[in-house]
């Protein structure tokens, strides 16, 4: 079992930055992928970024790719995602999900065993 807890969200004007983070309960960490997705007042979660269990190689959805990054740190147990160029359009809530198995990172959000509770982005313009 891992437990997900981000943080990081806030209120931004567009064109500014906020970093995320997601700490994850557990030893564990280390084997899972990790993802970001967000969800929009009205419409469906969608991919937002993920990181392979050993960080070797990440992925991003279009719309945020050269503004997001994706890093972890398993000393600390964190994934962070850093968004930077923000717009109105990425306000959201921001949810870290965790994959098992020595996996890699993935699109879809079924392929996710474990969930944070989201945290708040909102881009003004």
């Known amino acids: 079992q891992v437990q997900l807890v981000e943080s990081g969200g806030g209120l931004v004007q567009a064109g500014g930055s906020l970093r995320l983070s997601c700490a994850a309960s557990?030893?564990?960490?280390?084997?899972?992928?990790m993802g970001w997705f967000r969800q929009a007042p009205g419409k469906e979660r969608e991919f937002v970024a993920a990181?392979?269990?050993?960080?070797?190689?990440?992925y991003y959805a279009e719309l945020v790719k050269g503004r997001f990054t994706i890093s972890r740190d398993d000393a600390k147990n964190t994934v962070y995602l850093q968004m930077n160029s923000l717009k109105p359009e990425d306000t959201a809530v921001y949810y870290c999900?965790?994959?098992?198995?020595?996996?890699?990172?993935?699109?879809?959000?079924?392929?996710?065993?474990?969930w944070g509770q989201g945290s708040q982005v909102t881009v003004s313009s």
């Open positions: 990181v392979n269990w050993s960080g070797g190689a990440t």
């Open positions: 557990g030893r564990t960490f280390s084997s899972y992928a």
């Open positions: 999900a965790a994959r098992g198995g020595y996996s890699r990172g993935s699109r879809s959000k079924d392929d996710y065993d474990f």
